[in-house]
């Protein structure tokens, strides 16, 4: 899927513009039932809205992962729209109940990467609202426009942060704790106990925070072996914090200490098969 969206954001880049005139590369995941019934809706109704989303049609909205969304603006795009059911009238039930908490997720590690997360905007929209899906789709590429041309392809300090948010999103850590939010405090923990939603989402965030700078790690150490001075001043965190980080990815054999430079030690990534 991943693949097809970027070659979408190719496409979007080569087309003909004003002579001055930037106009955005908008990602659009539509869910079968509803958002993009929605947008068939507009067109059939000929609602006008800016031609600048690219819409890709999955079943449900929850099938849109924090991997391929971080992936795409790691690859360039302006912004991305996702377009699901209302909630409690999701083809799947509870589908887009966990899409509500998959992009509070994405949008914190956009931030943490350094990338406004207003780029990224989640609508509920029905098959029935055609009128409604031309006003989002006006009002998101106009906002977008305001924040102006991703500058991720351009700013290679800015392209590892993406890079690594995107690998924080993957980690086996926040997905379970994603998966398990809304059962968490729908449900509760196996001792019945629900859990409560602000102290939840701090947690989240936390380890959020945690994961996040220890995907940068490991991208600034792919790049060449590093201290731990130098990896604090890059990431602006205090040097025992990136120690603890690295105590904890050494531990998971991700990361090893090269020879030290004089009596400084550095820490170099390990890539199994050409990958981190």
Known sequence: ????????????????????????KIIGFLCNWCSYAGADLCGV????????????????STRISPHIVLELFTAGADG????????????YITGNFYTEKR???????????GIEPQRLRLEWVSASEGEK??????????????????????????????????GASQTFRLRALVGKEL????????????????????????????????????????????????LGQIMDVPTDKVLRHIVVLRQKNMIAMEHPDGLTPTYKAIEIGGEQ
């Open 80 to 91: 991305i729209l996702v377009g699901g059911c209302h909630l409690n009238d999701c083809h």
């Open 183 to 230: 059962g968490l405090e729908k449900t509760g923990n196996v001792y019945g106990q629900k859990l409560d939603q602000t102290e939840l989402e701090k947690l989240i965030d936390a380890a959020t925070k945690d994961e996040f700078e220890r995907s940068l790690i490991l991208e600034l150490s792919k790049q060449k072996a590093r201290s731990v001075k130098e």
């Open 45 to 60: 109704s000929r609602y006008q809205y800016p031609t600048n989303v690219r819409a890709v049609r999955v079943m449900c």
């Open 1 to 24: 899927m991943a693949e097809n969206v970027q070659h979408a954001i190719a496409q979007k880049k080569d087309e003909p513009a004003g002579a001055n005139e930037w106009e955005p």
């Open 103 to 113: 992009l509070r997720l994405m949008k914190k590690l956009l931030e943490d990467a």
């Open 133 to 166: 899906f031309s006003k989002i789709v006006t009002e998101f590429t106009e906002q977008v426009k305001k924040l102006g041309p991703s500058k991720v392809k351009k700013d290679a300090a800015l392209k590892t942060r993406a890079s690594a948010a995107d």
